[in-house]
């Protein structure tokens, strides 16, 4: 018995002497932050086959940012809906703008889809930049060309302002 318990304190010995011995002695080490993605991952829900529209419509579908911006001079020309989508919520620089836009025929089945994209960028001069209340003037056009578009239906799945 004496000869375990001897054995038992020697080994525990032994751990308390490698443990101790095994800190470092040179400067401390602080651990690399973690990569952090600005963008939150997005899923867009795909435009529906079939809508009723009316002729000449464009419309946008109520979604998480549509109570923070304004859209004017909305329309059609062709297969192209231009207009301009202002900031309601603050005079804030846009950072990022993502505009999607499906395109229907006269009986409302869809026909292309298109996509817009914003990115602020740096002032070229190096000096403040100023926030315009103007809007952001965009176009998107459907796919393939020469489609008949009767109407577009918007959705905003990005906007991220300062």
Do not use: K, W
């Not at 040179?26 to 002729?55: F, K, L, W, Y």
């Amino acid at each position: 018995m004496r000869r375990a318990a001897g054995v038992l304190i020697g080994g525990l010995m032994a751990v308390l002497l490698v443990v101790g011995c095994s800190s470092t002695s040179g400067p401390a080490t602080t651990p690399t932050p973690a990569a952090v993605s600005m963008a939150a991952p997005r899923t867009t829900e795909a435009p529906a086959a079939a809508v009723s529209v009316a002729p000449g419509e464009v419309r946008l579908t109520p979604g998480p940012f549509t109570d923070r911006v304004q859209l004017g001079g909305t329309r059609l020309e062709g297969a192209t809906v231009r207009g301009t989508l202002a900031i309601t919520s603050d005079v804030s620089d846009v950072l990022a703008l993502e505009v999607h836009a499906a395109f229907y025929d006269a009986t409302g089945r869809l026909v292309g889809t298109g996509t817009f994209q914003h990115a602020d960028e740096e002032p070229v001069s190096g000096g403040p930049h100023i926030p315009s209340n103007d809007g952001i003037p965009f176009a998107i056009t459907s796919a393939p060309a020469g489609t008949a578009v009767s109407a577009a239906v918007l959705t905003i799945p990005v906007l991220v302002n300062e």
